[in-house]
């Protein structure tokens, strides 16, 4: 038995459980209701300027430029950086759950490993698997999110632009992958399902809002919006935090978003390749980590569905 | 106290010591706490500057015999927007938790059959298992009111009055009621379902809507906040002449805030901050004002917990089977 099929057979068990239909179904509804949004408000934005230059003009007022006139094409999918660290890595969580717990608690993993396959092989079938059910996912989201760009934009969008939109989709895919692999992580810590479900999703909390509320005084709602304004951080609080905020993932991988989607006009420092570094440690952690975790586990004892 | 107030004491009793050893439970409510005293923190500690600023301009303005100054722009309890943030996204994971928890921890250890087996009622363990989680609840939000109060008055030298008091109770009981509906929404899904995780999942699905999606398409959706700083004020366009045009934009007003009217955790936020003055517009008013204001999300908030009770009590009287796998 290899890791080949150990993936495969990882792929058709979410496929029977409808979660693999449920991820590509949530993701290509968050491309569209990102662009549905993404549409609307800058139609709106645009006839809101045109009444207001109209009311500056009668009183004789010079209007200010158009703030939206230097937002480029692809901010219209500027949402899919909140909705995707949310919907998506919520979802990864699952993924990474479903594909240990299912055969902790069956017995199906004691069965596996009284064939001649190794651990490693066995967790690297298992990341295969998930993996590919993610880049389905993702790549659904991104032919949407093509087509979304045509229909709203009036044109098809240049080769930049496909390239910066499949750059924000690889580095999305590394993000979910974390996620994907924290699932993984929790099982392998703990016996019960529940207490690995919601041990993530704790994970998940401490990633998606403390994190920036610590390192950058970001409240959470602030993190839910792709346009935050700007918080003074000049307190003695926030210079011994922020040297953590390197360390804040989902607010690098917010950054780096806006930077690969060029959604920022103000400049933001480091490029997206040296933000990505922090995510690319923690991904390599978890993956030690899950491997470390894998190699002591005793798939003998049995552990709870609750 | 009759026989049947006695056992429902008890049950809830064992709810609450029962949830309070759950691991689980506990790291949860310490991210929420923790993360709730880091934002009051950091807010104590600009309103001490702000007011720090406002004193030197209010003595320099009595040194030079200035009658007539200008009040006090600061509002004290608006400071709790990030903890009252924190209690609607994070504090509703921890009441669904708590609902899951109840649950499997009465299915996983066989106690279910065995409380069946004793002349207890259905009513009577809705009621136990209810009242130990408020008790908890009541038991988080009092946490998070102490270290705000407390926070406000020590870092910001800013300690709240006596209207501030009373404001904070019908905030308090408004988040009581507003977690209260989250464990029952633990509950009724994590019942219904024969595998536990998969009533989690689906109870975290609607949290995720109602809390985070809902609530950020109304704002995203929202024409000032698509500029950093407000696009009004980017404009230069005052308050009037806002509302003359967006006047032109009924329709899509009207979507945005039917949008935002279906989230449950809007209507909490709606009524905290309109008693917290959050909101500029809601700062000069009195309680029973503010009551008349937001007598919309009042209704919600009073409601949505009692349909939920509702649902609540009838999965106790369908019969339990056992979670399919789980360990005794």
């Known amino acids: ?306 | 106290m009759t026989d049947s107030h006695q056992r429902i004491v008890a049950l809830a009793r064992h709810e609450y010591r029962a949830a309070v050893r759950s691991r689980v439970l506990i790291a949860l409510l310490l991210i929420a706490l923790v993360a709730t005293a880091a934002s009051i923190y950091i807010a104590a500690v600009d309103y001490r500057s702000q007011l720090e600023d406002y004193n030197v301009y209010l003595q320099a303005a009595r040194a030079n015999g200035i009658q007539r100054v200008a009040p006090s722009p600061l509002r004290l309890l608006s400071l709790l927007r990030g903890a009252l943030e924190y209690v609607a996204i994070i504090g509703a994971v921890v009441g669904i938790a708590l609902g899951y928890l109840s649950v499997t921890r009465e299915r996983s250890s066989g106690t279910l059959p065995l409380l069946r087996s004793r002349p207890v009622t259905s009513g009577e363990l809705a009621a136990g298992g209810a009242i130990g989680a408020f008790g908890l609840i009541a038991t988080y939000v009092t946490a998070t009111v102490g270290i705000a109060v407390i926070s406000l008055g020590v870092v910001g030298h800013g300690w709240v009055t006596g209207t501030d008091v009373v404001k904070l109770a019908f905030v308090y009981l408004a988040a009581v009621a507003y977690l209260g509906a989250f464990f029952f929404i633990g509950v009724i899904f994590t019942a219904r379902s024969k595998v536990a995780a998969n009533g989690l999942i689906l109870a975290l699905g609607l949290w995720l809507a109602v809390v985070l999606i809902l609530p950020q398409i109304g704002d995203t959706l929202d024409p000032d906040n698509q500029v950093p700083g407000g696009l009004f004020a980017a404009l230069n366009v005052g308050k009037p002449h806002e509302n003359l045009i967006l006047s032109h934009f009924g329709t899509y007003e009207t979507i945005r805030t039917n949008l935002e009217a279906a989230s449950f955790e809007k209507h909490f936020e709606r009524f905290a901050f309109a008693m917290t003055d959050v909101k500029d517009k809601y700062a000069s008013f009195s309680i029973g004002h503010l009551f008349v204001k937001t007598y919309g999300d009042v209704i919600w908030l009073v409601l949505g917990p009692i349909v939920l009770s509702i649902a609540y009590v009838h999965s106790f009287r369908r019969p339990t089977s056992p979670t399919r796998g789980a360990n005794p």
Request: hydrophobic residues 50%; contains cysteine; glycine residues 8%.
């Open chain 1, 1 to 306: 038995m290899t890791a080949t099929t150990i993936a495969v057979q990882e792929v058709q068990s979410l496929c029977r459980r409808r979660v693999f239909a449920a991820f590509v179904g949530m993701l290509v509804a968050v491309t569209v209701l990102a662009g549905i949004i993404g549409w609307s408000s800058h139609n709106t934005i645009v006839r809101v300027y045109d009444e207001a230059v109209g009311l500056l003009a009668t009183e004789g007022r010079a209007a200010p430029p158009n703030p939206f006139l230097q937002v480029p094409p692809l901010a219209l999918l500027s949402n899919l950086a909140i909705y995707l660290p949310l919907i998506g890595a919520l979802m990864a969580i699952i993924v990474g759950h479903l594909a240990l717990a299912d055969d902790q608690s069956t017995g199906i993993g004691r069965l596996l490993f009284s064939r001649p396959m190794t651990r490693f092989g066995y967790l690297a079938g298992k990341l295969a698997g998930t993996a590919t059910v993610v880049v389905a996912a993702l790549g659904a989201s991104f032919a949407v999110g093509i087509a979304a760009l045509r229909i709203a934009n009036g044109y098809f969008p240049t080769a930049d632009q496909v390239g910066r939109l499949a750059g924000f989709y690889l580095l999305s895919w590394l993000y979910l992958m974390t996620f994907v692999l924290i699932g993984i992580v929790a099982v392998l810590l703990t016996r019960r399902r529940s207490l690995a479900l919601l041990g993530s999703l704790g994970v998940w909390l401490i990633v998606t809002f403390a994190m920036p509320q610590f390192t950058s005084g970001l409240r959470p709602t602030s993190s839910l919006n792709p346009i935050s304004d700007p918080v003074s951080t000049s307190q003695r609080f926030f210079q011994i935090t922020a040297q953590a905020r390197p360390l804040s993932v989902s607010e690098q991988y917010k950054t780096a978003s806006a930077q690969i989607l060029e959604t920022t006009s103000s400049s933001l420092g480091t490029g997206p390749v040296l933000r990505i570094v922090p995510l690319l440690a923690l991904l390599g952690a978890l993956v030690v980590l899950a491997g470390v975790l894998i190699n002591r586990h005793d798939y003998a004892e049995a552990s709870s569905d609750d």
